[in-house]
């Protein structure tokens, strides 16, 4: 049985292809306004440094609408001893402008275990938010909005996992951090889409066997599989941004734009993966296109991920496909303000629970530390039992 957490934006919240469109900046003005905060010239020359790293997706005229939340934030952070957590996903004027550490959910679950700040506001979805309560008990951690669920995380739950390690006794289970506490309780280790395949392989090394139990993400399994030639069973879990990509919408890319670089996540469908010329987690994307500055690219990922590394490389083309995930921009910067200004919305996780998953996520942040490792492209097909 699915566990929801989240109610879907509505058709007019989600669509259209500016992510900061979902709230709107004049959503931001009024939302200002009605904090009683307003752009004076304070404001404007104290976060001039910070609209210098999103001038490329917020035009000056929309400025205003958002500097004085962001001043307000950043000042309460101070005075709270806070610290901000920005996944790659966020919207520019959050990842950029409030977010003490940014990146993926490995990149953010380190931090959190190393931060010394006594509040974590987590931009990001619900699984992020609790991902840092397990490692971080002694900390209040805060949740700008507790419907930011995951159609992954809601796909499966510790009772699922439970019946799972009864019908396969014996073979490791590997979870995915898109996934809720209950879930990481029932599991051996963690993974992120940027070590999975290591993390598959150890576990299988470990445990001496030649199967492993990667949940929940069928098509992460899928691409595992082809990169380990490690049999997996998994389960009928699916990111609802990454699963709209196919091959057409590849092939549809390379017509309308000669020589474009085409840069997939693993929890793209395997056709896409396979079309691609380069596949990694998000940190891996990032490290591609700052390192090697493809004259245009697009990434098969959620549409904000362009927007945030497109300021680490201002020289390379983006072409935006527009895939929003409506959960991650249930996050906005209104919601942060009010998340630090009334300390709301608490993450607890019950103790026992978060003693379990804490093994599992240990497991994983024992392992060597490497370079996000990239998912070779062409690798036959390993087949995946789905349960
Ligand atoms: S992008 Fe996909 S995996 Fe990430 S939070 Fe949204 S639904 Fe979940």
Same mark, same amino acid.
């Given at each position: ?6 109610? &879907?934006? =509505? ?29 004076? &010239? ?17 035009? +000056? ?29 966020? =919207? ?24 010394? +700040? ?78 999975? +395949? ?17 949940? &929940? ?61 380069? #596949? ?30 497109? #300021? ?76």
């Amino acid at each position: 049985m699915a566990r929801i957490i989240d109610a &879907p934006l =509505t058709t007019s919240e989600s669509s259209g292809c500016d992510p900061r469109a979902v709230h709107g900046t004049w959503g931001a003005l009024d939302a200002a306004a009605r904090r009683g905060l307003a752009y004076t &010239p304070e404001v404007a020359a104290e976060t001039a440094p910070l609209y210098e790293h999103v001038k490329h997706v917020i035009p +000056a005229v929309e400025w205003p609408a958002y500097a004085p939340l962001i001043s307000a934030i950043n000042k309460m952070k101070r005075a709270k001893h806070a610290v901000i957590l920005a996944h790659n996903y966020m =919207t520019a004027e959050i990842f950029h402008c409030v977010g003490d550490f940014r990146g993926d959910s490995l990149q953010l679950a380190r931090e959190a275990a190393e931060t010394d +700040a006594a509040v974590i506001v987590q931009a990001g979805v619900h699984f992020m938010a609790e991902t840092s309560k397990i490692l971080a008990p002694d900390k209040t951690v805060l949740i700008p909005d507790m419907r930011a669920g995951c159609s992954l995380a809601a796909s499966i739950t510790g009772a699922d996992v439970r019946l799972i390690k009864q019908r396969f006794p014996g073979l490791p289970v590997v979870t995915y951090v898109n996934t809720s506490a209950d879930v990481k309780a029932e599991s051996d280790v963690c993974c992120t889409s940027s070590n999975a +395949a290591a993390v598959v392989e150890w576990a299988a090394r470990e445990w001496g066997v030649d199967r492993v139990i990667l949940l &929940p993400d069928e098509f992460l399994a899928k691409n595992v599989a082809a990169q380990t030639g490690i049999k997996i069973i998994s389960w009928h879990g699916r990111c609802e941004v990454h699963e709209r990509f196919t091959a057409e919408d590849i092939t549809e890319l390379r017509a309308a734009h000669p020589g474009i670089v085409i840069l997939a996540h693993p929890e793209c469908p395997p056709d896409v993966m396979a079309a691609s010329d380069f #596949a990694g987690s998000t940190a891996a994307l990032q490290d591609y296109v700052v390192e090697k500055r493809p004259a245009k690219v697009v990434l098969l990922t959620e549409c904000s991920m362009s927007d945030n590394v497109a #300021a680490a490389a201002p020289d390379v083309d983006f072409v935006r496909p527009c895939n929003l995930c409506p959960h991650m921009k249930r996050i906005t910067l209104e919601g942060i303000y009010d998340a630090l200004a009334n300390m709301q919305h608490e993450v607890i996780i019950p103790e026992d629970v978060r003693v379990r998953a804490k093994k599992a996520i240990d497991a994983m942040l024992a392992l060597p530390k490497e370079k996000p490792r990239a998912f070779e492209i062409g690798r036959p097909e390993v087949a995946v039992e789905l349960v």
